[in-house]
DNA sequence: GCTGTAATCAACGTATTAGTTGATCAAGGA
DNA sequence: TCCTTGATCAACTAATACGTTGATTACAGC
């Protein structure tokens, strides 16, 4: 499978984008299917145009895209860009779960923290994998 | 494997927290190993106090926790927000994936979107598992 | 053409956020 | 004790985000 290139930008954006509760709602509502605005907009009790908005945020973040139907503009998910943020997350999360499984990882969290930092001078700083 | 419940407002703090580059650089530092609020600060041209409050942002969000070590307060990751993040998206990708492998799915770019949306009148909100 | 419906655009108020600088607190070491 | 180091607190500014209401565009059907 081939992965698109996100950018740090995309990432800012996407990340941002589901951290709004209407927007996570909405993108649960499109894992079962497309819809339109309006049925996007009948759960919630803001206004239809404060909706819009927050679509036009989920595309500006790639995570959905819209397509046309005569005066309707249904919406559907773009599970690919859910997929970069997973694996961006996972990247991280599988090093330090390795890390924790490893004996430094152990001393660091039983031995003194005084005696866990003289134990790991590990002072380098971020490489990219 | 126990999940901790992660409610509505965590996610919404753990999301915004990875919307910025700042802190997600942190977050890959940290995957490597604990490290003071010096430390990840050195890469960065912003202010020691800009980092810090950063780093704020991120225990808030219950994605790194600091211990205390004589004036130093070493940041360590917590892997357990992370996988629940990836947990929120992945159910919904999942989804979307699937569905889009079935037959609506290739319907639904095929045909009218006004048919596919009658085939699915699932508009049930949002369950927490 | 006219009307109704779907959706966006525009302008605005308010709240939150990221950054700054200066001051303060806490702990070790000479 | 005094001084240095690590880190946070406090106050402030600029920019951005979320929601509102009112106007406007785009299309379908009569």
């Known amino acids: 499978m081939i992965l698109s290139p996100v950018s740090d930008a995309d990432l800012d954006r996407a990340f941002a984008a589901l951290a709004d509760p209407v927007r996570r709602a909405i993108i649960a509502r499109l894992s079962r ?63 330090a779960e390795q890390r924790f499984r490893s004996l430094d990882a152990v001393l660091e969290r039983t031995a003194s923290p005084a005696a866990s930092a003289a134990t790991t001078p590990n002072t380098d700083k971020e490489q990219q994998p």
Chains 1, 2 share one sequence.
């Open 33 to 95: 299917g497309a819809a339109t605005v309006n049925e996007l907009a009948e759960p919630f009790e803001i206004s239809k145009q404060a909706v819009s908005k927050h679509i036009q945020v989920l595309e500006l973040a790639g995570l959905v895209s819209r397509t046309r139907d005569a005066q309707r503009r249904p919406v559907h998910l773009e599970a690919a860009r859910l997929e970069a943020m997973t694996g961006w997350i996972d990247r991280y999360r599988l090093a």
